[in-house]
């Protein structure tokens, strides 16, 4: 069955930087669109990061925008998220997510927590 595993989530001061992945499973990885989420407390979950199958094609909220960098190595099912510059405000529950044969997946999330 799918499986997204998120790691690399931890607590960081502002300015600093971490890099976050998430390793597939149960499915055609290579074949996916694969996004980046998080949900901060109290807010809705939202959506940072989006990179297409080839790795080609990336996008971006326009609150991460030139400090986040979205990646993925088809070879190992993983996909990462690059955090530079980080901020009180990115604090949040980052998931990976992709959705397959019409059916949404969520990992279980890791946490990042900006703080001095």
């Known amino acids: 069955q799918v499986q997204l595993v998120e790691s690399g989530g931890g607590l960081v001061q502002p300015g600093g930087s971490l890099r976050l992945s998430c390793a597939a499973s149960?499915?055609?990885?290579?074949?996916?669109?694969m996004k980046w989420y998080r949900q901060a407390p109290g807010k809705e979950r939202e959506l940072v990061a989006t990179?297409?199958?080839?790795?080609?094609?990336?996008t971006y909220a326009d609150s991460v925008k030139g400090r986040f960098t979205i990646s993925r190595d088809n070879t190992k099912n993983t996909v990462y998220l690059q955090m530079i510059s980080l901020k009180p405000e990115d604090t949040a529950v980052y998931y990976c997510h992709t959705r397959v044969k019409l059916t949404n997946f969520w990992g279980q999330g890791t946490q990042v927590t900006v703080s001095s």
């Open positions: 149960g499915f055609t990885f290579s074949s996916y669109i």
């Open positions: 990179i297409a199958v080839s790795g080609g094609s990336t």
